[in-house]
């Protein structure tokens, strides 16, 4: 009775779970694909760039999913299939012509307009156990390679019930010869049971257990779908913590191929890392690998599995794995920070460590690349002239329209998964938050214009404890009586605090919440100059508000939550909120134009030749934190860079973020900055010194913006023709 218990019981327990099996599979994060189409801004060295990422094969010959050839400047790629978000692409092959870094030909099958490349993998979000697979139906897998896993592994697979009689019988003459238990005769079914079910103890009861729930299993399951198990269920090898199971993920993970595309050679291979995945590494032991592969391709033309002359060309080819990546789990740890928070708001963690959603995000690889690289060269120059500073700094990049974030470097260490600085790191923010108290002024716009003139002598307020805050300028100068846009861009401190003091700390709160900064920031004076912490992901929300023209958008990693079967669960689409006048944030704009050209920024000049940008350096005391936001037409970044400690780094917002920020922005930015007045804009000559209305031919006139009906009543007559400050003219030309 109590046999037959036990038989009830383990029947129960395959009857009841193998057909409704679960496997945990891992959420796929991935970058933006890489969209081609004539008149694309695109560089030959960043095309090879993206699809070396991507796992192409440079040939000779295009013949196979995931090849690619370059011939001068003329590309031709032939992308594998993939389930986007809105469509499961077919493969194509298309071919593209480059002229002068744009795409000026794109010829495809359809001819088709737009083409997308199948986006870069940048991450996952693994179960507790870090075992992650990508299931395969055996209707979607090369039926050579089935044959050669059967002819390996259990050739008499389609003949036994789940346990070879002659494999037992040959296993207990090598044991008795032994004297222990060090050969096993599992069939596949067998395997399946052990790895489902079992632990991998070696003892007789255990074994036994094993035997009997195969036969079981058999009685209950086709042996197609006791295959299908087992190809999605084996160990196939170790991407840092992660484990590679099931010949799916193996298949991207060795090729970046989808399974059906995989040769004749690449399928043996991966039948070889079957009997060990570690021992058999192509990449750690190529020549090992090599022969266990031409092993498989010999045992599976003696079951008469595998055309003898096709075994032979196959044995002909070399590995063909693709290039041995970063770890995933290590590869873009920052950005996948962000997309899990993000994703906490509408999923449980347990449902995207198990439910094998597919997460597509806005990720750029390439500005990301340029992020990574410019911090860590910022990270280098610093260490050679000082040695003894931990420099840490953090990088955000979004779209100014959208509000995608397109990279995030979280730290020095640009693979390190733990703090990252780029989302947690609160620092005081110095000058970047001046813009926000101006801003608050050029909304009254009866009482402050860019040409209103504030008082930059000394400042002192009384604070309510009956001390005294008396803030100084960085040149330790005063400057006495400054156009108001003129104090914004060069900094000057006792201009901004008090102005920010006038207009009300309770005005200035407001407007940094219409921007975008959801923290409770305390209403001290000491804020107009920064003394407020906010990390650098708030600072790129706040400026992101400036830079979309008033327009408020959420800051967003995502763009769609996608199940296996190819349905949509969640769209993220763009929120837009209209926050700020026109008039007023193009002013702002307009001066931050300024810092640039004539400011704290003025190194832009030079950095960026005729390239118009706008953004705020930001330094605070005793040079702890450097930092910079700005923004063209297409990108919009925020730089910081500091220590962990809060001791000095030697370093202003312009001799250090402004550096790296400029690194940035020259390799990626496309399109510059087109700061385009509304209707009720006029532009007016005035006095630089005075803010008095001049003209066009007077000795230090300049060129600025008004709301139309507060230009400056009075005017300068003059007739000489020197110009101090021309850059505006050149702008509107």
Known sequence: MIAVGILLYLDSIVNSTFKDKQWSVASTVYARPLEIYEGLPLTLTDLREEMTMLGY?????????????????????????????????????????????????????????????????????????????????????????????????DKDFYDHFGISLRGIARAMVTNIKDGGFSQGASTLTQQLIKNYYLTPERTLIRKAQEALMAVLLELHASKADILEGYMNEIYLGQDGPRA???????????????????????????????????????????????????????????????????????????????ERSVSSTKRYPAYLDLVRRQLQNDYKAEDLSSDGLSIFTHFNPLIQQTAESSLVKMMANNKKSEPNTNLQGAVIVTQPNTGAVTAIVGGSDTRYAGFNRAIDARRQIGSLMKPAIYLTALEKSEQYTLATLISDAAYEKKLDNGDSWSPKNYDLKDHGDVLLYKALARS???????????????????????????????????????????????????????????????????????????????????????????????????????????GSAKALQWLLPDFAVAGKTGTTNDLRDSWFAGFSDDMQAVVWLGRDDNKTTGLTGS???????????????????????????????????????????????????????????????????????????????
């Open 244 to 322: 590679i199971h099931g010949f799916g993920l193996a298949s991207q993970y060795y090729f970046k191929k989808n399974i059906m595309d995989l040769s004749l050679s690449q399928q043996a291979l991966l039948v070889a890392l079957v009997r060990g995945a570690s021992y058999y590494n192509p990449w750690r032991n190529p020549e090992r690998a090599l022969k266990r592969r031409n092993l498989v391709l010999d045992i599976a033309v003696r079951e008469k599995q595998l055309d003898a002359d096709l075994a032979e060309l196959a044995k002909q080819e070399p590995l063909k794995v693709g």
């Open 57 to 153: 094969h440079f040939v000779g010959q295009v013949n196979n999913p995931g090849e690619a050839l370059i011939d001068r400047n003329k590309v031709t790629i032939f992308i594998p299939q993939f389930q986007f978000s809105d469509e499961l692409a077919a493969a194509q092959k298309i071919k593209i012509t480059l002229n002068n870094g744009f795409i000026s030909k794109l010829e495809s099958k359809d001819n088709k307009a737009l083409v997308r490349l199948q986006p870069l993998v940048i991450g996952g979000i693994y179960p507790s156990h870090n075992e992650d697979r990508l299931l395969i139906q055996l209707v979607d897998t090369p039926v050579s390679l089935q044959a050669m896993l059967v002819a390996v592994e």
């Open 492 to 598: 000057y401190n006792q201009a901004t605090a008090r102005l920010g003091n006038e207009l009300g700390l309770d005005n200035i709160l407001s407007t940094l919440k219409r921007l975008g900064v959801d923290s409770d920031i305390p209403a001290l004076p000491a804020i107009t100059l920064g003394a407020a912490e906010l990390s650098p992901l708030e600072v790129a929300q706040m400026y992101q508000t400036i830079s979309s023209e008033g327009f408020y958008t959420p800051l967003l990693a995502i763009r769609s939550v996608v199940d296996p079967r190819g349905e949509v669960l969640t769209s993220y689409p763009i929120a837009i909120e209209k926050r700020f006048s026109s008039s007023s944030i193009y002013a702002l704009r307009h001066a931050l134009q300024a810092v640039t050209h004539e």
């Open 655 to 733: 001799s250090g973020a402004l550096r790296v920020w400029a690194d940035i922005f020259k390799a990626r930015s496309q399109q510059p900055l087109q700061n385009l007045p509304p209707k009720n804009i006029t532009l007016g000559w005035v006095d630089s010194e005075s803010g008095v209305g001049s003209q066009d031919s007077c000795d230090n006139a300049i060129l600025l913006p008004f709301v139309s009906g507060t230009e400056p009543k009075q005017e300068i007559r003059c007739s000489t023709t020197d110009k101090v400050i021309d850059w505006f003219r050149n702008l509107t030309n």
